[in-house]
């Protein structure tokens, strides 16, 4: 009797901790759809705590950027802003590498680096301040613009809020854009400064500048004439002579990396950055971050991560990318090690690196070890992910143990013991990589969001426990939404899910491009929506899903965009390719592409059927080497690495063509998905 009884309640015992589960998030966050249905539209969604109206409050009522740095006085951070010193370089290895038949010597570096020196909030800010007034001894004056063309590192946000403070509009462009495209944002904004560091300084030589442009220079290292940044940050502070900004006052115009033949200048107002911060606190509730700043800086997610780090005084310390990991750092931490973050945000391209680093690691080591590691991984899948991060108790022990025998310490040697939060931007994130970081990244929610330079930043995100996958997580409140029809790609509001066009609406929405009117009316319109070119899905719960892209632009995991038009336009010139049909997605660094070929070259090089030369390994070779003469003018990255040759051909009647003869890419794709799946898959 007794051991039927005890049988008993050890059953229920376990049944119950079986059905103990932590709590979902918090339901509320998923917002609701407003308004009426308007025909080839949806309804309005409506974020959280903005359904009855959208949100456009600000941190600590901070309306401009002056008013957040006037902020930094009244609170003393101790450790605010940090940034590492280079103490030593030492050759690592030396490769040689081949380029049009000539041998390239190549030297690799490794850094030898300080421990972080720190600004406190106070005195960050008298050094802004005192950047302030330098800037206006200098002659620069509100209304001025001044380009930045330097890479990501703590003088570059001192600059950015120095200018702001006075008035001043900051140009940001790409450190790693080429010459053309920097000329052209200055010439296009008529900037009288420039701020350079050595290395886009020396870049700068292939450029004609203005003469009358006052240069900058970080590091002290420019041709000509000059000002250094260390004469500007010891200037006297003036505050008398602080111009007034209003939040409507332009604070950056940034130009992107799109793929048009010149890049576009988004406009950016003082208080349109500081909303997005609100609205990321009010989502992800961070507050005391530590946080590792190494993107690009003239890229909104970058640009607009900070700025929510500094309005709730956490902790900035700025990385590089060369030391962001211990394979390029000797005698000493790496950044993220050394900083040991709360939040790091990153593109997938990133992350997937750090798997391929991770999975070549645990490939090297003795088979038990590869066995305790894999095993781990599904049994972690199967107790943890599978069950949608809420682990039933009974389960818990075995996940904590798993944890702390394998994972824990993975994170630890990669990210230091503190990380939190993982925000994965700027390109989709594939599902396999985003279940890899859930289980190695012990005790960290792996989130996913999305937004734009024309947004002035993020517009979605997931919030903290949320096991979606594939999304790109909850609207902010700071924004609607909406899905309109895109019939000619066959996406309908009226769907089950609705798909279509996403377009979004809020306060942070930017007002357009610098002086490029017809491109702004057709991404702006006139009612304040922004038209993404993005195709999208709603799930039940109010999760955003980006399913495709409306035009054939695709941005692939580094967060670069490629034009797949323009890539088949350079290889239709080839002798050896009638039609050319080129995919790319947000999943894969690479482009493959379906070709028919000639048949008379086919025919020159074969005796073989023109179908069964086009199954042939050495045909399909020597096609693609007749295809690399044209490739002049295409990155790495738009090359085509992999073909497949298609003896059928294409028309209007079979459906591949449209009557204009133009490529149905969604139709080619449907029919040859096999073969495109084999492409993306080959080794």
Not at 14 to 36: A, D, M, Q, S
Not at 325 to 348: A, F, H, Q, R, Y
Not at 387 to 393: A, F, I, S
Not at 452 to 466: F, K, Y
């Amino acid at each position: 009797m007794i051991l039927n009884t005890l049988s008993l309640i050890i059953i229920v015992t376990l049944v119950l901790l079986y059905f103990i589960r932590p709590k979902k998030y918090n339901k509320e966050k998923e917002g609701e759809w407003v308004g009426e249905n308007k025909q080839g539209e949806t309804r309005v969604l409506r974020g959280y705590t903005g359904i009855d109206k959208l949100v456009d409050s600000t941190p600590q009522g901070n309306e401009t950027i002056a008013d957040l740095v006037n902020g930094f006085n009244k609170k003393d951070k101790k450790q605010f802003i940090g940034y590492r010193e280079l103490k030593n370089k030492v050759v690592a290895k030396t490769i040689i590498e081949k380029c049009n038949g000539k041998e390239i010597r190549k030297e690799i570096y490794q850094y030898e680096m300080s421990p972080y020196v720190w600004y406190s909030s106070k005195e960050f800010y008298h050094l802004i301040c005192r950047i302030s007034n330098g800037l206006r001894v200098k002659g620069f004056k509100k209304g001025d613009k001044i380009g930045m063309f330097c890479e990501t590192r703590f003088e570059w946000m001192a600059m950015a809020l120095a200018c702001a403070r006075q008035g001043i509009t900051l140009v940001t462009v790409y450190a790693t854009l080429g010459e053309e495209s920097v000329r052209v944002a200055l010439e296009e904004t008529k900037c009288v400064g420039l701020i350079v560091s050595e290395e886009t300084g020396i870049k700068m030589r292939k450029i004609e500048l203005n003469k009358e442009i006052k240069i900058i220079s970080i590091d002290g290292h420019f041709e000509g004439e000059y000002t250094t940044f260390k004469e500007l940050s010891e200037s006297k502070e003036d505050e008398e002579t602080i111009p007034s900004v209003a939040p409507n006052d332009l604070a950056f115009i940034m130009y992107t990396s799109g793929t048009t033949k010149e890049p576009k200048g988004v406009l950016v107002e003082q208080k349109q950055i500081l909303l997005l911060a609100q609205a990321f606190n009010i989502c992800l509730d961070l507050k005391d971050e530590v946080f590792v700043a190494y993107l690009p800086l003239a890229h909104i997610f970058e640009l607009c991560l900070e700025f929510c780090i500094l309005s709730f005084f956490g902790s900035i310390g700025y990385a590089n990318a060369r030391t962001l990991m211990s394979v390029g750092c000797t005698n000493c931490k790496s950044d993220l090690c050394e900083l040991e973050p709360t939040l790091v945000i990153g593109v997938p391209t990133v992350f997937n690196r750090i798997r391929k680093a991770i999975l070549e690691s645990v490939s090297r080591a003795p088979t038990l070890k590869q066995s305790l590691f894999f095993g781990c991984m599904k049994l972690k899948n199967l107790l943890y992910v599978s069950y949608q991060l809420r682990t039933p108790l009974l389960f818990e022990p075995i996940v904590k143990f798993v944890d702390s025998l394998i994972f824990n310490p993975l994170k630890v040697s990669l990210f230091g013991r503190n990380l939190k939060t993982i925000i994965i931007g700027g390109s989709a994130l594939p599902v396999e990589l985003q279940t890899f970081l859930t289980i190695t990244c012990a005790k960290t929610n792996i989130l996913q969001g999305f937004g734009m330079t024309e947004l002035c930043g993020a517009s979605s995100c997931m919030v903290p426990g949320d096991s979606t996958q594939a999304t790109i997580g909850l609207l902010f409140p700071h924004y609607e939404l909406k899905l309109r029809d895109v019939p000619e790609l066959n996406y309908l509001t009226t769907d089950n899910p609705p798909r279509g066009e996403l377009m979004l609406r809020g306060a942070p929405v930017s007002k357009g491009y610098f002086n490029r009117p017809e491109e702004s009316k057709s991404t702006f319109t006139e009612d304040g929506w922004v038209c993404t070119g993005d195709i999208a899905k709603i799930t039940e719960d109010h999760h955003i899903c980006i399913i495709d892209r409306k035009k054939n632009i695709v941005k692939q995991p580094c967060g670069e965009y490629i034009s797949l038009e323009l890539i088949e336009s350079k290889y239709l010139t080839s002798k050896v390719v009638d039609t050319i049909c080129v995919f790319a997605d947000a999943f894969h660094d690479f482009t493959i592409a379906l070709v028919l070929p000639n048949k008379n070259i086919i025919a020159e090089m074969t005796q073989k059927p023109f179908e069964e030369a086009c199954k042939d390994k050495e045909i399909i070779g020597a096609v693609r080497k007749i295809m690399a003469e044209n490739e002049i003018g295409l990155s790495q990255r738009e090359v085509v690495k992999r073909i497949a040759l298609i003896s059928e051909e294409w028309n209007s009647e079979n459906g591949m063509l449209t009557a204009a003869l133009k490529l149905k890419r969604p139709a080619i794709a449907q029919r040859y998905q096999t073969i495109i799946d084999q492409l993306y898959s080959m080794n």
